[in-house]
């Protein structure tokens, strides 16, 4: 009774990394410039959401937020220890590669706010939710990252 | 503009790994930190400083450019809740069944503070939110339940609510009154 419990609990994460698994991993992509952190955010995200089992009401909030944290934990620390830059060549078309990489020239503000509203999709209000913020103050994070973009992508080009 | 849209085309055609093995096989570390409580409080220093000085100019503007016999200006109370949280929470008193709680109390806090006290084991500490506590006779008739099941009764009725979008968060109705640092009294309307 207890396994049927666990193993429905199961299937219903799995239903939820099934559906969103690839807009999160190509955010998290977006974000973060490295295929290795966001297989590793993704994976880990999950692992904790399924340690926390029915405790979690919004388990899509929670891990979209939880793997942008752990992404971020990462980044930190790679350039806290001096690690190897994250890698952008991984099997991507060219205007993918110049947009993460251009991605990767804004602040970390401006970079999640674009890449949840542009990249996953989000309206301004469920970004600002997402990472802790305000709608207005999203709006002046998506306004200044897009007109740097455009800036480096023309430099680039 | 069009770069950009072909960078966002482009990245949504990036193949991406199955990592659902490795989710289930791994061991879970935990969350990494939000910012330091250090960084915190400069951060609240800072906010409070600017608050001040700006409002020690805005009381000066106004106190000279005041009639005689006019009213002075008063900074509102730090203490009291926003009008909407007070009128949120006579709502949800009263639609689960008790219009007059003997007790409502609120807090300003971070939403893995709140956590335990609407039944989530954590929340994110970066991220602010009301939580109101009151003690009455509830029934949670805001609950959905399987049919031919009774609604949960309580005699604490606990929700937390967003600061911005002054939605209601979550919500819960038990016999466990939380302890929760900074609760203060809410005044509910009498109607």
């Known amino acids: ?157 | 503009v069009t770069k950009i849209g072909d960078g966002f085309a482009s990245l949504a055609r990036v193949r991406t790994p199955d990592v659902w093995a490795d989710a289930l096989g791994r061991e879970p570390g935990r969350l990494p930190d939000g910012p330091s409580p250090v960084g915190r409080l400069a951060v609240a220093v800072l906010s409070l400083a600017v608050f001040v000085g700006g409002f020690s100019y805005l009381a000066t503007t106004f106190d000279a450019a005041r009639a005689p016999g006019g009213s002075t200006m008063r900074p509102p109370a730090a203490s009291s809740a926003p009008g909407w949280l007070v009128t949120k929470a006579f709502d949800m008193a009263k639609g689960n069944g008790d219009a007059h709680p003997t007790s409502a109390q609120w807090v300003l806090t971070d939403a893995d503070t709140a956590a335990p006290a609407v039944g989530l084991a954590s929340g994110d500490p970066d991220v602010r939110e009301y939580l109101v506590v009151m003690q009455g006779d509830f029934v949670a008739r805001y609950a959905s339940v399987p049919a031919g099941q009774p609604l949960p009764r309580g005699s604490v009725l606990t929700f937390t609510a967003d600061p911005e979008t002054r939605e209601i968060r979550d919500w819960g109705v038990s016999n466990s009154v939380p302890h929760v640092p900074g609760l203060q009294d809410l005044p509910l309307p009498t109607g």
């Open chain 1, 1 to 157: 009774m207890q396994d049927a419990r666990v193993d429905e609990a199961r299937d219903a994460l799995e239903r939820v990394y099934r559906s969103e698994r690839d807009r999160l991993w190509r955010s998290l992509l977006a974000f973060s410039g490295s295929p290795e952190i966001a297989s590793d955010s993704l994976a880990e995200a999950f692992a904790q959401l399924l340690r926390r089992g029915d405790q979690v009401r919004d388990p899509v909030r929670w891990v979209w937020r939880a793997a942008f944290r752990i992404a971020a934990g990462e980044l930190k620390a790679r350039s806290r220890t001096g690690g190897a830059m994250p890698e952008t060549a991984y099997e991507m078309e060219q205007p993918a590669r110049e947009l993460v990489a251009a991605l990767a020239r804004l602040s970390s503000k401006q970079r999640l706010a674009v890449v949840l509203h542009d990249a996953a999709g989000y309206p301004a209000g469920d970004v600002a939710r997402l990472i802790g913020s305000t709608p207005a103050a999203v709006r002046v994070h998506l306004m200044r990252a897009r007109r740097r973009l455009r800036e480096l992508m023309e430099e680039e080009s």
